[in-house]
Structures are given as C-alpha cells and as structure tokens.
C-alpha cells in the first residue's frame, strides 16, 4: 500500500503479449484515474503505439536488477498474454510482491495466482482487463498489503532453497 500508483508492463512489445490491450485499457482507464502510472518496460515493433502521455512512461529494456527495482516499487504487474507457457516476469513480479493482473492463458496461472493475489482477465479482451485494472485499483491498504504478502508467499516455492531441499 506504500508503492506508487502504477501498473507495470514488462515484455516484448508485440501482440501475443497483449501489449495493445495494456495500451487501449490504461488509456480508458485514465479517463476517470489521472492519479495512477503505466511503466512499460521492453521493446518491439509496437513501440510505436506507446502515446506521449504524463500518465505513461516508457523505459526501454532494463537489465534484470533494474526491473526488480521497479517491480518493488510498482503495486502490479500486468500481462495480458494470448499465449504464455511459463512467462519468468510473474514469477519475478511475485518474489518482488507484485500484485498480478494476467491473462487465463498464462502457463504458471495455478502456481503464482489465487484470489488473493491476482485478477484474471479474459485472454484478448480489453474489457475485461480494464476491469481487472479498475478492480485492482480499488483495493484497500488491507487488501493491497495481504495481496502482496499472498505474491511472496507463493513465489516463494520457487526459490533456491526450496529447490535444494527438494532435489538434495
């Protein structure tokens, strides 16, 4: 609930990621939320769609050290992809604990998202990913802190230690 008001994008920018559906949500989700921030973090050729606005601020690739930085200072990740196996930047986004805002077609859905942590949206939907955003703007201080302890908690199977527990 400390964290800025900003949503995080991290990825290609290129459909398959749903980078346009970010841009499209966000931009009608300002209409009525001028205090909230997009960071986009990435390249590609839909670059080009990123508008000049106060409200979104495009950062180019960023080393992975850099990334975690603003993870921790972002309240959510998202990332509407329309086809991902195991995106990496979830589980990143949870260890640094992100609140998550992901497409159902996302691979590590049932490993890094419950109700308590993430909103789903509708694979290839702008609607339903501004609600999720709408929605996830809305939270609590409560509801916001619990989420993000809920992020770490279930990234937290995936870290070393748990690793050589399991494999020693």
Not at 17 to 30: D, H, I, P, R
Not at 43 to 53: A, F, M, S
Not at 108 to 113: H, K, Q, V
Request: proline share 4%; net charge positive; glycine share 6%.
């Amino acid at each position: 609930s400390k964290r800025s008001k900003t949503f995080l994008y991290a990825g290609n920018l290129i459909k398959e990621k749903g980078f346009k559906e970010v841009l499209n949500s966000f931009q009608n989700f300002l209409k009525k939320n001028n205090d909230w921030k997009l960071v986009i973090v990435g390249n590609g050729p839909l670059r080009k769609l990123i508008p000049n606005q106060k409200n979104i601020k495009y950062l180019g690739f960023k080393k992975p050290e850099e990334l975690a930085k603003l993870m921790k200072k972002s309240r959510f990740l998202v990332l509407p992809s329309r086809s991902d196996h195991w995106p990496l930047v979830i589980n990143e986004a949870a260890l640094c604990g992100c609140g998550l805002i992901v497409s159902n077609v996302v691979g590590n859905i049932p490993e890094l998202t419950n109700n308590k942590n993430s909103f789903i949206c509708k694979i290839a939907s702008e609607e339903s990913l501004m609600a999720s955003i709408e929605k996830a703007s809305k939270l609590s201080d409560k509801k916001l802190d619990a989420m993000f302890q809920e992020s770490l908690k279930l990234s937290s199977k995936f870290g070393i230690s748990n690793w050589i527990k399991n494999y020693d």
